[in-house]
Each structure stands twice: as structure tokens, then as C-alpha cells.
């Protein structure tokens, strides 16, 4: 789709009268902490004035009231919608204000990321090329090719890279490889940054600050993450670390064994593993010297607080100086709201300070990391792809029906229809994917069933629980003659591996044979000629990757063979897919 036709089908979406997406309700875990947000989020919603001329003031206002549970239909972020969009045309990126062009790409592009990443692509890619077109030589930017190399411009410059990364848009690794030598050499001493690495500009007058430090690890922290993973799912599958009770962090590791979540799994980093984490421990060690919930920095000191969650979020750190950072710092935010509901954030505004306040106290980076990487779903109970799945729970309809059925034999040409529909019921019945934890292996069991809508169905709840070690039999789902089973895998899969796109495959197979009632009178010899191929291309290319991300005491060399193997049942007249 060509970009002036998003920009069109985007305002078009501002009118509509359908809901396209909404965030869920939000809560802080903290009764008092969502108290002060309901009341930050009242004052937003009395005093965001799109007219105001402050485009940018706007979208932050939407994006906090976003993240904190606000519907996507809200008056603000509609408002906010039409002026993100108003700064992107064919022509790419036009920033509303010089000045602040790299907060700009690196909010706005956070905004889009999170409302709908796949509708607002090309112009979330168009941000990102900008971002890249104006880093200087030496990694950093700036808010002129002129001016000295700003800490805080290259933390939403940052940003912006990683909104385009979730996005799947084409982003370089090496504008982030750059920024991360440039941070590493502009340091001082005492482990922290300011303003402006080389003056004397900022309320510090060229010493660290606490704001800007966090500003910079929030920088070194996303590069971390994109270039080698989760540190600590990565740790889950390693040794015991000593240094993790020092500041919460991984022990560097050099050469370490390919991530199976890195963003750029073909791009060989410049900056290591452990001189990331080096940088990162030295930043936090700045920070635990000065540690002070109620941020007194004269300057911006709502600023700290946001800054602050992203970073320790991204570098996968609870404690700061043996203290819950989370609940310290809130506590602290807390002192700072005034009797409007409203924080002030010196030299800007109450709404940019309180917008501020709200994406802290709603975890805005840790919502996105969570999504990132499947936590929410993947870890601890509800199924980390490396550990145990144990769970006590009241049994299910479905545990009652596959308990009645142990002793049937599934595996018989002419099992009983309704049999077969009441277990497609009361799989596709559950409405919570955690109650599907502990059934995995009774479901397993139904994958041999003669009724393809049985077996889909089954495909359809395993992928569910987002259990990385079902992969291999989803991959096993793509051999089934059934193209419905192929497509329920593939889908499994992509939610699975958080490749939302997978590899470029369609889910229409069928496509060029015409509509439904054409596909379904195609001759089987037709069908068949265009299901293998599709169907041998998903499995190479779902197998290449489970090869290359599995856990390493999983790997051997046998199961790779099965790439040279035929698809299963590919001599059989494909099924054709059910309409969607």
C-alpha cells in the first residue's frame, strides 16, 4: 500500500464510527498509585486542547491516557491521531517544530506503534529514515546538524528505532551500534551523563545528572535488548550469576550463545554483550550514589521519573539500592501532584508533566516490553518457552471430556460427528488461555483425530497458551493435509515466535482459484498443485527458524533431516481452507 493511501485510509479511520482498537484498563498494583492517575487523568482530559498549537503536547497527553486504559475512540487521541498524521506525506517526515523534531519522531512513533502498528507502517518507516538521515557522523544527534550532541534527543531518537523495529519496518542496527559507542565515550567519570556531553549547557552546568543518566541508559538498554535479547530469559537457560544481587543485573557473558530473541539475529554488534552491561551497571552504580525518590532537579523533574521507567525496564532491574525502584520512585511522584491532579513539569507545561507521570505509574515500557516478548504469557506459570508449566486449577469442561474419552479410540475413519463437534466446542469454548496450562498433553492426543475440525481446533488452543516448546508440533500442524490445520498452525506459530507477519506467507493459499464457491468446486488435482509448495515453503521456513532460536539442550542433528523429508500426506488431495 502506498503511503499517500495510508495517510488517506488513516484520516478516514479518525471518522469512523468503528472501534479500532482499544487499550484494556489499566492498574498500577499500587491502590494509591492509581488513585493519583485517576486523577492525572481527569486533569488531561479537562485541559488537552488540540488548538492550542502544541501538536506535540497533544499526543503525549493521548499516549498517556492510552496506556492508561483510555479508548482509542477518545476525543484526545483522536485529536492526536489527525496530528501525527498531519506531520507524514509522500514526501516523508515533516516535524511541526524544529527544534524538538527527534522528540517528535521518537513519541510519535511510539503512539502509532501501540495504536495499530500494522495500519500506521509506512509512516512509522518514515520517521524512522528521518531519524537515521540526520545522525551525525559520531552516532549522536542533535536538534541542528550545528548544534552540540544532545542526550536526551538521542534517547527519543532511540526510541523511535525500536517503535520501527516492533513495527517491522527496515531499521539499521547500525545507527544503534553508533549511538551506543557514542554514549559509551561520552561518560563521565563518576558513571553518569549531561545535557550535552562536552559544555557546559543544563541546569548541571556539564556535570552528570540523574535525568540525563537515565536518558542514557534508556539509550544503551533498548540497543542491549534488540541486539542480544531478554538478558534475564536468556539467563533461564544459563548459569548462576554473581553479580545479580549487586544492582539485579546479568553477569556479562562474551560470545554469548545466539539469542533466540534478538531483533537482528544476521548483524554481528560492534559493542558486546558485557560492554553494554558494563555501561549499564555503571549507570545504575551513578544512580544508587544519588538516589532520592522525590526527583529535585530544578529542571524537568517529571522528566526523570518516565525516563526512569524505561530505562530499568528495558535493563531488566527491580532494585535500585536494595529498594523496589517502582514503588520508591512512585512514592516519591506522588509528592509532586498537585491539589489539581496535576504535576508541573518546569519550563513546559502541567500536561506534559503529568503525561509524564501517568506513562510511569502505568509501566509504559514494561506493557510494551511485556508485549515484546510474550512475558505476559510466556513467563513463569503461564509458560516461560524454557520452564515449567506446573499449575493447580479447578478442572475445565475440557479435562471432563477428554477424561470421558480416554478409552475411545480417536484414531478410526468414522468417528462419531457429534462426538467430534462437541470437542470442537468445548476447546474453542475457552475463553482464557491459562486455563488451557495442564492440558497440553490430552490435547497432543487429538492431533491424530480423523475430523480436520477437531484437529484445527486442538491447533488452535496449543498455540494459545504461547508455549515455545509446542513448537514442534505446529510444525507438525503444517504437514496436515487439512490447509485449515496448515493455517490454524502458521497463526500458532506467529503468535508463538511474536512474528506477527511470520515469513511473508499467505493464509490464502487458494486465492488465485477465485471465490469460495469456486475454490470448493476446484478439482483436488488443482488444490493439491497449490498446497504443496505453499505448504512445504511454511514448514522450511518455520523449521529453519526453530533450528536456529531453540534451546541449545534441545538441539540435535536429527530432527533437522525432516526438512529434507516431504511434507506429510503431500501425495493427498489438499483440503481446501474454510472461509474466514
Not at 492431533?447 to 488452543?461: E, L, Q, T
Request: glycine fraction near 6%; hydrophobic fraction near 35%; charged fraction near 25%.
Amino acid at each position: 500500500m502506498q503511503l499517500r493511501k495510508v495517510v488517506v485510509f488513516s484520516t478516514l479511520l479518525l471518522f469512523s464510527t468503528q472501534t479500532v482498537v482499544s487499550a484494556d484498563k489499566k492498574t498500577s498494583g499500587v491502590p494509591r498509585f492509581d488513585a493519583a492517575v485517576a486523577r492525572g487523568v481527569a486533569f488531561l482530559k479537562a485541559n488537552v486542547k488540540p488548538s492550542d498549537g502544541h501538536p506535540g503536547r497533544t499526543v503525549l497527553a493521548a499516549y498517556a491516557l492510552f496506556k492508561a486504559g483510555e479508548p482509542v475512540e477518545s476525543p484526545i487521541i483522536q485529536d492526536a491521531l489527525k496530528a501525527v498524521t498531519a506531520t507524514v506525506n509522500t514526501e516523508g517526515f515533516h516535524p511541526h517544530n524544529g527544534y524538538d523534531h527527534l522528540y517528535e519522531a521518537g513519541l510519535y512513533s511510539m503512539f502509532l506503534a501501540d495504536i495499530d502498528a500494522d495500519l500506521y507502517r509506512p509512516l512509522i518507516q518514515a520517521m524512522a529514515d528521518y531519524v537515521a538521515s540526520v545522525q551525525r557522523s559520531d552516532g549522536s544527534w542533535s536538534d541542528s546538524p550545528s548544534g552540540p550532541a544532545d542526550v536526551s534527543m538521542c534517547q527519543y531518537a532511540v526510541l523511535c528505532l525500536w517503535a520501527a523495529q516492533r513495527a517491522e519496518c527496515s531499521v539499521s542496527p547500525l545507527a544503534l551500534d553508533r549511538t551506543a559507542s557514542w554514549h559509551m565515550n561520552s561518560r563521565l567519570a563518576d558513571g553518569g551523563w549531561t545535557y550535552r556531553p562536552g559544555t557546559t549547557t543544563g541546569a548541571t552546568g556539564g556535570k552528570s545528572s540523574r535525568n540525563m543518566t537515565m536518558a542514557a541508559t534508556s539509550s544503551l538498554g533498548v540497543t542491549r535488548l534488540l541486539f542480544y535479547g531478554p538478558q534475564k530469559m536468556e539467563k533461564e537457560k544459563g548459569k548462576k550469576d554473581p553479580k545479580q544481587k549487586k544492582f539485579d543485573l546479568l553477569e556479562a557473558v562474551e560470545d554469548p550463545l545466539e539469542s533466540s530473541l534478538a531483533s537482528f539475529p544476521d548483524y554481528k554488534p560492534q559493542n558486546s554483550l558485557g560492554q553494554l552491561t558494563a555501561e549499564i551497571e555503571r549507570a545504575i552504580g551513578y544512580e544508587v550514589s544519588n538516589f532520592n525518590p522525590v526527583n529535585v532537579h530544578k529542571d524537568f523533574p517529571i522528566y526523570f521519573y518516565y525516563s526512569a521507567e524505561r530505562a530499568l525496564s528495558v535493563a531488566e532491574i527491580t532494585e535500585i539500592g536494595g529498594k523496589d525502584w517502582f514503588t520508591a520512585y512512585g512514592e516519591g511522584l506522588l509528592t509532586l501532584q498537585n491539589e489539581t491532579g496535576a504535576w508541573n513539569e518546569t519550563f513546559t507545561s502541567e500536561i506534559v508533566g503529568t503525561s509524564f507521570a501517568i506513562l510511569f505509574y502505568m509501566r509504559s515500557t514494561k506493557q510494551i516490553f511485556d508485549k515484546q516478548y510474550g512475558l505476559g504469557i510466556q513467563q513463569g506459570k503461564k509458560g516461560n518457552p524454557f520452564g515449567d508449566k506446573a499449575i493447580t486449577r479447578e478442572p475445565t469442561e475440557l479435562d471432563l471430556l477428554i477424561s470421558d474419552m480416554e478409552n475411545m479410540d480417536t484414531t478410526v475413519d468414522e468417528s462419531p460427528i457429534d462426538v467430534a463437534d462437541e470437542i470442537v466446542r468445548s476447546v474453542t469454548s475457552i475463553d482464557d488461555p491459562e486455563k488451557l496450562i495442564g492440558q497440553e498433553e490430552k490435547l497432543k492426543s487429538l492431533m491424530k483425530h480423523p475430523n480436520a475440525d477437531v484437529r484445527k481446533s486442538v491447533v488452535w488452543a496449543l498455540g494459545r497458551t504461547g508455549d515455545f516448546k509446542l513448537v514442534p508440533l505446529m510444525l507438525d500442524g503444517i504437514r496436515d493435509p487439512s490447509v485449515d490445520v496448515n493455517i490454524e498452525a502458521i497463526q500458532a506459530l506467529r503468535f508463538i515466535s511474536r512474528k506477527p507477519h511470520g515469513f511473508g506467507e499467505s493464509l490464502a493459499p487458494f486465492e488465485s482459484l477465485g471465490d469460495e464457491e469456486q475454490i470448493k468446486n476446484a478439482p483436488a488435482e488443482e488444490r493439491l498443485r497449490l498446497a504443496t509448495p505453499w505448504r512445504e515453503k511454511a514448514l522450511k521456513d518455520w523449521s529453519t527458524w526453530y533450528f536456529r532460536i531453540r534451546p541449545h539442550e534441545e538441539q540435535d542433528s536429527f530432527d533437522q533431516l525432516l526438512l529434507a523429508v516431504p511434507t506429510a500426506n503431500s501425495e493427498k488431495p489438499a483440503t481446501p481452507a474454510s472461509p474466514k
